[in-house]
Nanobody, 130 residues
C-alpha cells in the first residue's frame, strides 16, 4: 500500500505561481510513476504532468499540452516527493489537483491515462482568480 500526502494548494491571482508537493510512503516498487491530475466541477479528471523511474533510471517528464511551458514537474528522490511548479496560472487551471502513483512500467504518453495509476491522494484545491 502507498500513502500520498499533498500540500501547496490555495488561492492565487492569474499570472501568479503555486507549488504543489506530493510525498509518498509505504511499499516500494522497482518501476513506478508519479503524476498529477486535475478535475474541475462537472468535468472529467484530466492529466497534467508525470514522470517515472525504473531502478535508478529516470525517464523524461511528460506534460499535457495545456500546461507545457508553464508547469514543471520535479522530484526529490531521497524524500520520495514530487513537486508541481505552476507558473503563469490561468483561471482555466482552477481545479482540484490529485497526486497519483503507479507501479506499471510506463513512460511518455502512457502516463496520461488514469489507468496507469494505482494510488491517489485526497486532492488539493487550486483556485486562480481573474
Amino acid at each position: 500500500q502507498v500513502q500520498l500526502v499533498e500540500s501547496g494548494g490555495g488561492l492565487v491571482q492569474a499570472g501568479g505561481s503555486l507549488r504543489l508537493s506530493c510525498a509518498a510512503s509505504g511499499r516500494t516498487f522497482s518501476s513506478y510513476a508519479m503524476g498529477w491530475f486535475r478535475q474541475a466541477p462537472d468535468k472529467e479528471r484530466e492529466f497534467v504532468a508525470a514522470r517515472s523511474w525504473s531502478g535508478h533510471y529516470t525517464y523524461n517528464p511528460y506534460y499535457a499540452d495545456s500546461v507545457k511551458g508553464r508547469f514543471t514537474i520535479s522530484s526529490d528522490n531521497a524524500k520520495n516527493t514530487v513537486y508541481l511548479q505552476m507558473n503563469s496560472l490561468k483561471p482555466e487551471d482552477t481545479a482540484v489537483y490529485y497526486c497519483a502513483v503507479g507501479s506499471k512500467p510506463l513512460y511518455g504518453s502512457m502516463l496520461a491515462h488514469k489507468g496507469a495509476y494505482d494510488y491517489w491522494g485526497q486532492g488539493t484545491q487550486v483556485t486562480v482568480s481573474s
